[in-house]
């Protein structure tokens, strides 16, 4: 059974580069079973898809992130990553890893991360 | 991309059955039948419910239940129970090959 687990800093400073890491057990990042998504909910709001890739390196974005988001995939360490740059404290959330195919089927524990100077 | 439209909140007695839906577009539930729903409890995340607009996952219990009529989509629970109450998202593929979530509805159990 895959099983993810987001790793990351739980502060980042406003103007700067928000990094996380998604690191998949129980199953091949490989595969293309699945697609490997990043999905964010800030403190008392709602979920939003910020964007996913496949194991062939493929990439989608949410149109309103798009420009500051890069989504990588090291498929040597079974892991998948998530770059943020520029960040405000509107990037304050809890950032989840997922995998799916037309849906997010598996997901990881979360990781808060604050934007704070 | 809008996120998709659920009422902020539905009722329930235990028992009862209740719907949520979860209203899009052209663009996005009524272009594909790639719709899903969430449960999410305070502090953990979310957890699948339903898939490809009706598709239990395995574990998931037969009172949930999902479809799909134009742009709007819904989950119905039936026999609600105290465990139901949560807060509920549905999903959707988009045109634009990203997803979008609904703006969410929190259930309570009264």
């Known amino acids: 059974q895959v099983q993810l687990q987001e790793s990351g800093p739980g502060l980042v400073k406003p103007s700067q580069t928000l990094s996380l890491t998604c690191t998949v057990s129980?199953?091949?990042?490989?595969?293309?079973?699945?697609?490997w998504s990043w999905i964010r909910q800030p403190p008392g709001k709602g979920l939003e898809w910020i964007g996913y890739?496949?194991?062939?390196?493929?990439?989608y974005y949410n149109p309103s992130l798009k420009s500051r988001v890069t989504i990588s995939i090291d498929t040597s360490k079974n892991q998948f990553s998530l770059k943020l740059t520029s960040v405000t404290a509107a990037d304050t959330a809890v950032y989840y890893c997922?995998?799916?195919?037309?849906?997010?089927?598996?997901w990881g524990q979360g990781t808060m991360v604050t934007v704070s100077s | 991309q809008s996120a998709l439209t659920q009422p902020i909140t539905v009722p329930g007695s235990p028992g009862q059955s209740i719907t949520i839906f979860c209203t899009g577009t052209?663009?996005?539930?009524?272009?594909?039948?790639?719709v899903s729903w969430y449960q999410q409890n305070p502090g953990k995340a979310p957890k699948l419910m339903i898939y490809?607009?009706?598709n239990r996952p395995s574990g998931v219990s037969s009172r949930f239940s999902g479809s799909k009529s134009g742009y709007t989509a819904s989950l119905t629970i039936s026999g609600l129970q105290a465990e139901d109450e949560a807060d509920y998202y549905c999903?959707?593929?988009?045109?634009?090959?990203?997803?979008?979530f609904g703006t969410g509805t929190k259930v309570t159990v009264l």
């Open positions: 997922a995998a799916g195919y037309n849906a997010f089927d598996i």
């Open positions: 129980g199953g091949s990042i490989n595969s293309g079973d699945y697609y």
């Open positions: 890739i496949y194991y062939s390196g493929t990439t």
């Open positions: 052209s663009s996005d539930v009524g272009a594909y039948n790639y």
């Open positions: 490809d607009v009706s």
């Open positions: 999903s959707s593929y988009t045109s634009s090959n990203t997803h979008v």
